[in-house]
């Protein structure tokens, strides 16, 4: 069993029995074992490794052996007699190319296709990184806004108490009760769809790493100044999209792969050479098969002269995929240095963003806390308070937005670079969580 497959078993047990927390790191792992597409590259690289092993194959000896038996029964003209006759033939052809430039080509063609295969598997294996980022970040943003609906509604109601304590006394109005009776609603409402989101967003984890998820997910501890500078600022990630994206990659060994079909085609106007030895027995009841042995050694030499335009129309086909694969290297080439600038800028915006969200909930907290104060001394209303507990809120909820987006916009980033290793997930998931 690979070791991949035994930490993800292990972790299994270890998660099915005990309360501890998954991190992104933990979900990876568990779901690189469970992949069914991951599992097809990883069976598409093994069958392709096998087109080396028939290539060669056309490159060695060739032996054939043939065994027969005849027995035939006849009448001659003349006669009404019949006769009885047996043939036994018996073959050994061994021949040895010794000058095929098609073979020659095809083989160096089937290490190239092997190459394609295992950059196949690391671009599923890449693509799966971010799968299970983008599933889990979703989980962990539907379950913090859950938390946070949860005490929107603690805290309503406790103002809800007091308005209605403080209504009997004369000290509120019945507005400021159904005032806050809708807020209550509005908050119970926003609670019921935060817990479909998340029951969605828990089941396609769960879908992916193909286990039961724990109860609670850990909130990263983020620092987006430290995550800058340890993972971004570090490095020159457009030269790295140009250079390392899997995609960029996978279009240059196609182009390599079609350089060598034209190779290959072209070797069809090409003689081939084989050097051969052959031996027939045959013995019979006729009177010339009654024994009779064969024996020989030559070399052959087969040219083509003329197929109609076939060869040539394939060589004609191969150099026009070839400017095809050209062109489709250098898209991707563009589009992967596109994405990885998209994702830099996302970086810096969610870092912008949080920095300013922070500033906001600091002085939304210093103006409710001055808001709930004047309410007491009866210098401001209910729908201040309101205001700026809904407020205070709404910037919790984009914090935790801003917080995701960070996180899978620096995943997304090591995936176009062709970077998003089991090592990178690890450093990331230490790195936060």
């Not at 009866?378 to 910037?395: H, I, P, T």
């Amino acid at each position: 069993m690979k070791k991949s497959s035994l930490l993800a078993l292990s972790l299994a047990i270890f998660f099915s029995g005990n309360g501890f927390a998954m991190t992104l790191s933990d979900a990876y792992l568990l779901a690189l074992s469970k992949d069914a597409k991951l599992a097809a590259s990883s069976a598409r690289l093994e069958a392709d490794e096998e087109l080396k092993v028939q290539a060669t194959a056309q490159l060695l000896p060739q032996v054939t052996a043939s065994v027969s038996a005849k027995k035939e029964q006849y009448q001659l003209p003349t006669s009404k007699t019949n006769f009885d006759e047996t043939t036994n033939n018996r073959n050994l052809q061994v021949t040895q190319p010794i000058y095929n430039r098609q073979a020659f080509y095809g083989y160096d063609q089937a290490g190239l296709k092997v190459d394609y295969a295992r950059l196949r598997l690391s671009a599923a294996q890449n693509e799966l990184g971010v799968r299970v980022a983008e599933a889990y970040l979703n989980c962990l943003l539907a379950q913090e806004n859950l938390l946070l609906s949860k005490q929107q509604i603690e805290t309503t109601e406790q103002r809800v108490k007091q308005v209605n304590a403080a209504l009997k006394v004369g000290y509120s109005t019945k507005v400021d009760v159904l005032g806050l009776a809708a807020e209550l609603d509005d908050a119970r409402a926003t609670y019921t769809a935060d817990q479909q989101r998340l029951a969605a967003a828990r089941q396609k984890l769960k879908v992916i790493i193909g286990q039961e998820i724990p109860q609670l997910l850990p909130w990263p501890k983020l620092q987006p100044e430290s995550i800058m500078a340890q993972f971004v600022m570090s490095t020159p990630w457009l030269d790295q999209a140009q250079q390392s994206n899997l995609d960029v990659q996978l279009q240059k060994k196609a182009v390599e792969i079609a350089q060598q079909e034209v190779e290959v085609r072209r070797s069809a106007f090409y003689p081939v050479v084989n050097v051969g030895a052959f031996y027939a027995d045959a013995d019979g009841s006729t009177y010339f098969a009654q024994k009779n042995d064969n024996k020989a050694i030559y070399v052959e030499m087969k040219l083509p002269l003329y197929q109609g335009g076939y060869d040539s129309s394939r060589v004609r086909e191969s150099r026009a995929l070839l400017r095809s694969a050209e062109f489709d290297a250098e898209y991707a080439r563009l589009y992967a240095t596109q994405q990885a600038q998209e994702q830099l800028s996302s970086l810096l915006a969610s870092r912008e963003k949080l920095q300013a969200i922070a500033q906001a909930i600091a002085s939304g907290e210093s103006y409710l806390a001055s808001v709930e104060e004047g309410y007491r001394l009866g210098l401001r209303d209910l729908a201040e308070v309101s205001r700026a507990k809904e407020k205070l809120f709404v910037n919790r909820r984009e914090q935790a937005r801003a917080s995701v987006e960070l996180l899978n916009a620096l995943v997304q980033l090591h995936a176009v670079a062709g970077k998003l290793s089991n090592d990178a997930i690890m450093q990331i998931s230490k790195a936060v969580w």
